[in-house]
């Protein structure tokens, strides 16, 4: 594939490969996004309980085909969406066509985004996006950049412990076969206190975190108090 054109190089040419190959069934919820297609009903109403989003403007980070642009935007929000994966983007974009569901879809890296239009956002997705990059925690100071005073910042990825390694790998990639194997590499998963400690350093106030629990027996997902495999955070940008 391509190597995406672009000067900052917080990408793993590697992980955008990985995903524009599973570009073609991204919308097939019983495909290799099926369990992604469970979890969206429960990260859209996470971030619906924390900002009104009728005629809010709202940033998708790393939104793969678009299944949470689409909802955020279904919701009345004025979404704008970026990914680094041609493939990825042209399934959003059609799949927008199908759906008549307004997107604002773009091939761009957040750290330039920031630079173009600082403080333009009233809210800021970034799931199951962080554990893929080289420097999660560039990608959250140039989230934090993005906000208005007072806009939140939506965050999901997994956290480092021996029960994420046999859940979502072990389990989920080999087991279970709901994810491709290779999917995820444990190192790059990430701990609450990370988390919390890059989100101070962008001047961010954690608020929430909150375990995000996928039962495949059920297919479908559901917010739990404990965070050791999946979890969700929001934080908020001061006033």
Same mark, same amino acid.
């Given at each position: 594939?391509? %190597?995406?054109?672009?000067?900052?190089?917080? @990408?793993?040419?590697?992980?955008?490969?990985? @995903?524009?190959?599973? #570009?073609?069934?991204?919308?097939?919820?019983?495909?290799?996004?099926?369990?992604?297609?469970?979890?969206?009903?429960?990260?859209?109403?996470?971030?619906?309980?924390?900002?009104?989003?009728?005629?809010?403007?709202?940033?998708?980070?790393?939104?793969?085909?678009?299944?949470? $642009?689409?909802?955020?935007?279904?919701?009345?929000?004025?979404?704008?969406?970026?990914?680094? $994966?041609?493939?990825?983007?042209?399934?959003?974009?059609?799949?927008?066509?199908?759906?008549?569901? $307004?997107?604002?879809?773009?091939?761009?890296? &957040?750290?330039?985004?920031?630079?173009?239009?600082?403080? $333009? @956002?009233?809210?800021?997705?970034?799931?199951?996006?962080?554990?893929?990059?080289?420097?999660? %925690?560039?990608?959250?100071?140039?989230?934090?950049?993005?906000?208005?005073?007072?806009?939140?910042?939506?965050?999901?990825?997994?956290?480092?412990?021996?029960?994420?390694? %046999?859940?979502?790998? &072990?389990?989920?990639?080999?087991?279970?076969?709901?994810?491709?194997?290779?999917?995820?590499?444990?190192?790059? @998963?990430?701990?609450?206190?990370?988390? #919390?400690?890059?989100?101070?350093?962008?001047?961010?106030?954690?608020?929430?975190?909150?375990?995000?629990?996928?039962?495949?027996?059920?297919?479908?997902?559901?917010?739990?108090?404990?965070?050791?495999?999946?979890?969700?955070?929001?934080?908020?940008?001061?006033?």
């Amino acid at each position: 594939m391509t %190597a995406a054109p672009f000067a900052n190089q917080n @990408f793993s040419q590697a992980e955008l490969d990985k @995903f524009g190959a599973l #570009a073609q069934r991204w919308w097939d919820p019983e495909g290799p996004q099926k369990a992604l297609h469970a979890m969206n009903p429960v990260r859209l109403a996470y971030v619906t309980g924390r900002t009104t989003l009728r005629d809010a403007r709202v940033l998708d980070v790393g939104c793969g085909g678009g299944l949470l $642009s689409e909802a955020l935007a279904g919701e009345g929000a004025v979404v704008t969406a970026i990914d680094l $994966s041609p493939e990825l983007l042209k399934v959003a974009r059609l799949h927008g066509l199908e759906t008549g569901v $307004s997107v604002d879809y773009r091939q761009q890296p &957040v750290e330039a985004l920031a630079t173009e239009a600082p403080g $333009s @956002f009233d809210a800021v997705t970034c799931m199951e996006m962080l554990e893929h990059v080289p420097d999660p %925690a560039a990608i959250i100071r140039a989230c934090a950049e993005l906000l208005r005073p007072g806009g939140r910042l939506y965050l999901s990825t997994l956290n480092r412990t021996p029960a994420a390694f %046999a859940l979502a790998i &072990v389990g989920a990639e080999y087991i279970a076969r709901l994810l491709p194997k290779g999917t995820h590499r444990y190192r790059d @998963f990430i701990r609450p206190s990370e988390l #919390a400690g890059w989100l101070r350093d962008a001047g961010l106030q954690l608020e929430d975190v909150s375990g995000l629990m996928y039962e495949p027996w059920r297919n479908s997902a559901r917010l739990i108090p404990r965070a050791d495999v999946n979890y969700l955070a929001c934080a908020r940008k001061p006033e």
